[in-house]
Structure formats: C-alpha cells, structure tokens
C-alpha cells in the first residue's frame, strides 16, 4: 500500500520526485558496476556507488532480473533519446552518427552478461530484444537517412544490418585485451563514406 500525506493524501510530489532520482541513481550506479563486475556483482556494490541503502535498491527493484531489466532498458532509452538530440547539436549528420555509435557501442559493452542473467526467464529476454529494436532501428535509420541526404555515407545502407554488425564486432571484448572493437567499427563506418570524388 502506498504511503499517504497528513491528511490521508497520496505521496506529495517532492516524495514522488525524490523516489525517482533514487531510481535513477540506482539505475546509473548498476550499470557503471556490471561494466566492471559483471551482473552477478553484489547489491552492496551497488548500493555503495549509488549512495543508498540496500533496501532502496529492494524497494525499487526486489529481485536482481528486475534490476538487470530495468538497466537495460534505461541504457536503450538513453541511446533512443540521444539520437535526435545528437543530429539537432552536431556539425553534420554524419557527425552525429558517429557520436551516435560510439553511445551505442558503450550500450553493447555495458550488456555483457545481461542475455545470460536473464536465461532464466527467456520471456523477459525476448520482450527486452524486441523493445530494443522497436526502440533503436528507427533512431538508426534516422541518422543514416540524415546523413545520405547530404551525400556523407552511400545509400542502401539498412539499420538493422549496421547495428547487427557492429554488435558482431563488439563479441569477444572481453576474452581478448587486445582486442579493441571501436578500431573495427571506425573501419566500419568509414566504410559507409560516399567516394570523394575530384
């Protein structure tokens, strides 16, 4: 049951406020901790980075696959909302799809270990990769459009084959330290360049 005001109110708005920048701040700590630690890390870990007591990660999130859920799905609202924000400030479209991929690419990174987290409930996996796509193909084929009207990158160039290839470069990070995927997917998306011609 909810917590009431005085006078038999529900929460003020300053209360509905504050519970939403804790979620946030939890959210944000979980993510920066599975980079390092894996989604197996301790809820104190992350209870640490946030700043919060353990019972407010509990009280937001009361098993760890809500928790690995709900970051995944901040981490693909973030890289959503980024993408007209980025095409609106950018030099040029291309520049904003660059800058685009490289928040896509902290995007895949950070994921490591949530597809295998989440094994247990492959319903849930399925509902996360469909609203991952529902979200970021359109926001991909955006800037790709942008950036073939003023004649950047070739067109033909399909969304879901450009993030499904850069996600194929981002496998095997984390087996190989020497192994940098943000070289190959520069080499990538200099690839899709329009030839100068002289």
Same mark, same amino acid.
């Given at each position: 049951?909810?917590?009431?005001?005085?006078?038999?109110?529900?929460?003020?708005?300053?209360?509905?406020?504050?519970?939403?920048?804790?979620?946030?701040?939890?959210?944000?700590?979980?993510?920066?901790?599975?980079?390092?630690?894996?989604?197996?890390?301790?809820?104190?870990?992350?209870?640490?980075?946030?700043?919060?007591?353990?019972?407010?990660?509990?009280?937001?999130?009361?098993?760890?696959?809500?928790?690995?859920?709900?970051?995944?799905?901040?981490?693909?609202?973030?890289?959503?909302?980024?993408?007209?924000?980025?095409?609106?400030?950018?030099?040029?479209?291309?520049?904003? #799809?660059?800058?685009?991929?490289? #928040?896509?690419?902290?995007?895949?990174?950070?994921?490591?270990?949530?597809?295998?987290?989440?094994?247990?409930?492959?319903?849930?996996?399925?509902?996360?990769?469909?609203?991952?796509?529902?979200?970021? #193909?359109?926001?991909?084929?955006?800037?790709?459009?942008?950036?073939?009207?003023?004649?950047?990158?070739?067109?033909?160039?399909?969304?879901?084959?450009?993030?499904?290839?850069?996600?194929?470069?981002?496998?095997?990070?984390?087996?190989?330290?020497?192994?940098?995927?943000?070289?190959?997917?520069? #080499?990538?998306?200099?690839?899709?360049?329009?030839?100068?011609?002289?």
């Amino acid at each position: 049951m909810a917590a009431e005001g005085p006078v038999g109110q529900p929460p003020s708005r300053s209360k509905r406020a504050d519970a939403q920048r804790n979620r946030e701040t939890v959210l944000t700590a979980a993510a920066a901790v599975f980079v390092t630690a894996g989604v197996d890390a301790p809820i104190r870990q992350i209870a640490a980075r946030a700043g919060v007591g353990m019972a407010t990660i509990y009280r937001h999130f009361p098993t760890r696959a809500d928790l690995v859920t709900a970051v995944y799905q901040h981490q693909i609202e973030a890289c959503a909302e980024a993408g007209p924000k980025l095409l609106a400030d950018a030099d040029s479209p291309l520049a904003a #799809l660059h800058q685009w991929v490289d #928040l896509f690419v902290d995007f895949l990174v950070t994921k490591h270990g949530l597809a295998d987290a989440l094994q247990s409930d492959s319903d849930r996996f399925a509902a996360l990769h469909a609203y991952f796509l529902d979200r970021l #193909l359109p926001v991909c084929a955006q800037l790709l459009d942008a950036a073939v009207e003023s004649d950047d990158i070739r067109p033909g160039v399909q969304p879901y084959e450009l993030m499904r290839g850069i996600g194929n470069l981002c496998i095997g990070r984390d087996n190989d330290p020497r192994y940098d995927p943000r070289r190959l997917v520069a #080499l990538l998306l200099q690839g899709l360049r329009r030839p100068q011609t002289s």
